[in-house]
T-cell receptor, first 114, second 111 residues
Framework: KQEVTQIPAALSVPEGENLVLNCSFTDSAIYNLQWFRQDPGKGLTSLLLIQSSQREQTSGRLNASLDKSSGRSTLYIAASQPGDSATYLCAGSLTETSGSRLTFGEGTQLTVNP | NAGVMQNPRHLVRRRGQEARLRCSPMKGHSHVYWYRQLPEEGLKFMVYLQKENIIDESGMPKERFSAEFPKEGPSILRIQQVVRGDSAAYFC?????????FGPGTRLTVT
């Protein structure tokens, strides 16, 4: 059974810091990996998708990487801003067919202080 | 292109009543997923559907829960005879390829 661990569970940083969020899977046979953010009481916003043939993706100040051999992913946020405060979730799928359920970690709650 | 729509956003039911949650996928998306987020827990997969077919229901409780995605209209998650433990946020996602897009969720409260 696939389990996903996210470290740290919570993180508080001053504005402007660069930070790294970590995600690891018990089963390293990950096909796709997605990073999401969730604001309190809201749905999930997809941030980055790393597909099977890729090792990293970048969008603006965000960079996500995936090491399939170890089953680990990191989300790097550069020059953090108060608007980045949210819960960040990583989720992986295992199958090679399009349309596969995601297994989620419990998230890292990020607070960026002005 | 409107995002994934879910309604209602908030639903209150008394124990023993039925709850119906609706999800309209993004235009052109043929895959629908339902996930549940219990208080203080992570999101858990429930069911994956395509039009008129249940593809994977391995995360669905064996009793009282059912899901459908008819040829026309939204996907429906139905919970019969709700109990307090069903109180949670229920999220729907849709996809056409590898990336899943989530709706705002329905927050079910059972009193």
């Amino acid at each position: 059974k696939q389990e996903v661990t996210q470290i740290p569970a919570a993180l508080s940083v001053p504005e402007g810091e660069n930070l790294v969020l970590n995600c690891s899977f018990t089963d390293s046979a990950i096909y796709n990996l997605q990073w999401f953010r969730q604001d309190p009481g809201k749905g999930l916003t997809s941030l980055l998708l790393i597909q099977s043939s890729q090792r990293e993706q970048t969008s603006g100040r965000l960079n996500a990487s995936l090491d399939k051999s170890s089953g680990r992913s990191t989300l790097y946020i550069a020059a953090s801003q108060p608007g980045d405060s949210a819960t960040y979730l990583c989720a992986g799928s295992l199958t090679e067919t399009s349309g596969s359920r995601l297994t989620f970690g419990e998230g890292t709650q990020l607070t960026v202080n002005p | 292109n409107a995002g994934v729509m879910q309604n209602p956003r908030h639903l209150v039911r008394r124990r023993g009543q039925e709850a119906r949650l609706r999800c309209s996928p993004m235009k052109g998306h043929s895959h629908v997923y339902w996930y549940r987020q219990l208080p203080e827990e992570g999101l858990k997969f429930m069911v994956y559907l395509q039009k008129e077919n249940i593809i994977d229901e391995s995360g669905m409780p064996k009793e009282r829960f059912s899901a459908e995605f008819p040829k026309e209209g939204p996907s429906i998650l139905r919970i019969q005879q709700v109990v307090r433990g069903d109180s949670a946020a229920y999220f729907c996602a849709s996809s056409v390829g590898d990336e899943q897009y989530f709706g705002p969720g329905t927050r079910l409260t059972v009193t």
